[in-house]
């Protein structure tokens, strides 16, 4: 799991994986859950409740700085998708699941500050805002509440890293400060037809939702949320250093009360902090938690649960951080310094992380020094089985990948495709180029090796959608076809097994 092509093979299966699903009888806006392909963070689902929260001035963990928490969220493109769908769920500050309040009034219809999002091309995956790179801007207040804002948008060449074979985009949520009130708190959530991950590194809260929250909601309409939010990571088999052995999960204000000291836990964390953070211990006692009548708790006592490849090993934390305090949970070998929990080994893979009994409208912040996942990655595909050309795709698609194919900007079923190919067209160059890139995207989304091919279906497929549709004529001798011959040469080879990835048996 740790190797690169590993990686992108993995984020091509993810692209073909809707989370999330329609409960359109329960949902007060009808907001609908995206109909293409893709993966939500923390879900793609209206009504679950989950979502990521950015706040500022609300004496909130998150509240890093003068503008509060920048969220920062990564996304993984196959090079099979010329372009890709970007999904935000109430982007917009204000109305429904949003909270802005004025200590000295409450809450109440006054100028809140709005946020924005804004995407940067980022192929080492380094959390890049250079403004150079970046490539588009769109602000809240153009999104609509409780509903997707959907947006297509071009693969940029800048942002593909050869060495993974996929496209890396970063994705930044952050404050326009216009009203300087405060007191905001802005929950939203992100779609993406690929993989959406946190950053190692990043610091994110989380807030769940168990019944539909606004200042106008006058009843009681209830969500799906049930306390629970799941995450993934991935443990190399080494860091530089050496062999890992120790991990360790930071996560803060989970209980929204007291909490019980913590012996191995420092009193402030070791990354950047909010100056709200309470000292850990700070606050002493057991955890009320669903001991109280508060009205939104959910059983039982929050928790978390640790998984290990394979179910090797489970651990559960019963006593995770208390109300405006940081605390470290370390699972580690035998030896090692601090250890909350010793277990047999820390085995290379995909790890299981999830919490049980998060009361809603409580805000949990997570930190972890590895890349953080909502959606559980597959089992390590097989082998890919090479590349096929015309010949084949047209003849066998019970071989094809994808029901649908998009190529220069139109979408055709797999029946449409394969009559197209068929097709003898041969003075028209339109279905020359057709055939060869319908051919490199199968090749690609079976996981076939990408470093060599990626841009040039890139380029092909911006020839198609300048010269194209399909059928449009184009000859040989013309200016079109010399600039589309070069592509369309690559492609050939690529197809059959004379470039990076070997042709199929």
């Given amino acids: 799991m740790g190797s690169t092509k590993m990686r992108a093979m993995l984020v091509v299966l993810l692209t073909l994986i809707l989370v999330g699903a329609v409960f359109p009888a329960a949902q007060p806006a009808e907001a609908q859950t995206p109909t293409i392909t893709m993966v939500g963070l923390p879900d793609a689902d209206p009504m679950s409740g989950r979502f990521i929260n950015v706040t500022r001035g609300m004496d909130s963990l998150g509240d890093v700085g003068e503008e509060g928490n920048i969220v920062n969220i990564s996304l993984e493109v196959s090079p099979a998708l010329s372009e890709f769908a970007l999904w935000i769920f109430d982007g917009d500050m204000g109305e429904l699941w949003d909270r802005w309040e004025e200590p000295s009034v409450g809450m109440a219809s006054y100028p809140f500050d709005d946020v924005e999002f804004v995407l940067f091309r980022d192929p080492q995956a380094v959390g890049n805002t250079n403004s150079a790179d970046q490539i588009a ?65 990043s610091t994110v809260g989380f807030e769940g939702f168990n019944y539909v929250y606004g200042p106008n909601v006058t009843s009681v309409q209830w969500t799906k949320y049930d306390g629970t939010f799941t995450f993934h990571f991935m443990l190399p088999e080494a860091t530089p250093s050496g062999p890992i052995r120790v991990i360790d999960i930071w996560e803060g204000d989970a209980d929204r009360w007291d909490d ?38 959910i059983s039982p006592n929050v928790q978390f649960v640790v998984v290990a490849p394979d179910s090797l090993w489970t651990v ?84 094809w990948p994808v029901e649908s194919i998009t190529i220069g900007g139109v979408t055709y079923d797999k029946a449409q495709a394969i009559t197209i ?51 449009s004529g184009i000859k040989a001798s013309s200016q079109a076809w010399k600039e589309g011959e070069p592509l369309y040469l690559k492609l050939d080879d690529y197809n059959n097994g004379l470039l990076c990835a070997p042709h199929r048996d």
Avoid at 159 to 177: D, K, P
Avoid at 269 to 296: I, K, M, R, V
């Fill in 421 to 471: 190919m068929k097709t003898n067209k041969a003075k028209d160059k339109t279905y020359t180029m057709f055939a060869a890139l319908v051919c490199a995207k199968l090749n690609l989304l079976l996981g076939n090796e990408s470093s060599c091919i990626a841009l040039t279906v890139l380029d092909a497929d911006q020839w198609m959608k300048k010269y194209g549709p399909v059928g």
């Fill in 260 to 297: 019980t000291e913590d012996v191995n836990s420092p009193s402030f964390p070791t990354f950047q902090y909010s100056p709200y953070t309470l000292p850990e211990g700070n606050n002493p006692g057991l955890p009320p938690d669903d001991n109280t009548a508060w009205p939104w708790a």
């Fill in 137 to 201: 801007l769109w602000s809240g207040l153009s999104m609509p509440d409780d509903d997707w804002f959907q947006v297509m948008v071009n693969q940029d060449a800048g942002a593909f890293n050869a060495e993974r074979g996929v496209f890396i985009y970063h994705l930044v949520c952050r404050w326009v400060i216009t009203n300087d009130w405060h007191d905001e708190q802005n929950n939203f959530k992100v779609a993406v037809q690929g993989q959406p991950f946190l950053r190692a590194g």
């Fill in 316 to 399: 559960t934390n019963e006593n995770p951080s208390g109300n405006s305090e940081w605390e470290l949970f370390r699972i580690g070998l035998s030896g090692e310094l601090d250890i909350d929990v010793v277990v047999s080994s820390l085995p290379s893979g995909v790890y299981t992380w999830y919490f049980q009994g998060l009361d809603s409208l409580n805000t949990m912040f997570l930190h972890l020094k590895y890349d953080l996942y909502t959606s559980p990655p597959p089992p390590p595909p097989p082998p890919p089985p090479g590349t096929g050309t015309p010949g084949y795709w047209k003849n066998h698609p019970e071989a």
